[in-house]
């Protein structure tokens, strides 16, 4: 079995912490977006959260994909 010099093997670390460090804190991101997901969208379907006064803006793109949708149900 070929092990590397320990210089080599320190040098593997020092870059593999900094990897790990990123994936952690992305890892604890995700799941306060998981969570804050949950309880928004459980809000949303039961009615507890008002979306009636929102100034929602949806991309140029959602409303094109809208519009197409519309002209399909007037075409049948």
């Known amino acids: 079995m070929v092990v590397p010099e320990i210089s080599i093997q320190k ?3 020092e870059t593999i912490k900094a990897y790990r460090k990123k994936i952690n804190s992305l890892v604890q991101i995700n799941e306060v977006a ?11 379907m039961s009615g507890k ?16 994909e809208d ?10």
């Open 11 to 13: 040098k593997f670390v």
């Open 34 to 44: 998981i969570t804050a997901r949950d309880r928004l969208l459980s809000r949303l």
């Open 49 to 64: 959260l008002d979306v009636e006064r929102l100034n929602i803006r949806f991309p140029k793109s959602f409303e094109e």
């Open 67 to 76: 519009a197409g949708e519309k002209e399909k149900e007037h075409v049948s």
